[in-house]
């Protein structure tokens, strides 16, 4: 699969936000805030996830799309990447 500018600018924005919770801790902000860009982090990680799965799955989807049994099989594959991913 190739992956987007895009997806990898999401992944980018996510590595600029981990290195701001580690200057806020290095800072010494408070425990509240620090969790919260970290749950921030975590929600933007889940939502690249399934934003790289769902583009593969289109992607498999549109190659594919003459034979069922295939197409089943690539969702199910999706479905447990999804699973994995949480």
Same mark, same amino acid.
């Given at each position: &699969?190739?992956?987007?500018?895009? &997806?990898?600018? =999401?992944?980018?924005?996510?590595? #600029? +936000? @981990? $290195? #701001?919770?580690? =200057?806020?801790?290095?800072? /010494?902000?408070?425990?509240? /805030?620090? @969790?919260? +860009? &970290?749950?921030?982090?975590?929600?933007?990680?889940? =939502?690249?996830?399934?934003?790289?799965?769902?583009?593969?799955?289109?992607?498999?989807? $549109?190659? /594919?799309?003459?034979?069922?049994?295939? =197409?089943? /099989? @690539?969702?199910?594959?999706? @479905?447990?990447?999804?699973?994995?991913?949480?």
């Amino acid at each position: &699969m190739e992956y987007s500018k895009d &997806m990898k600018n =999401r992944l980018r924005r996510l590595e #600029g +936000q @981990i $290195r #701001g919770v580690l =200057r806020m801790m290095e800072e /010494e902000k408070d425990c509240k /805030e620090i @969790i919260t +860009q &970290m749950s921030a982090v975590r929600t933007a990680l889940d =939502r690249a996830t399934a934003y790289v799965v769902a583009r593969n799955l289109e992607s498999c989807l $549109r190659n /594919e799309s003459e034979n069922e049994e295939v =197409r089943e /099989e @690539i969702i199910e594959e999706a @479905i447990k990447m999804l699973v994995k991913s949480r």
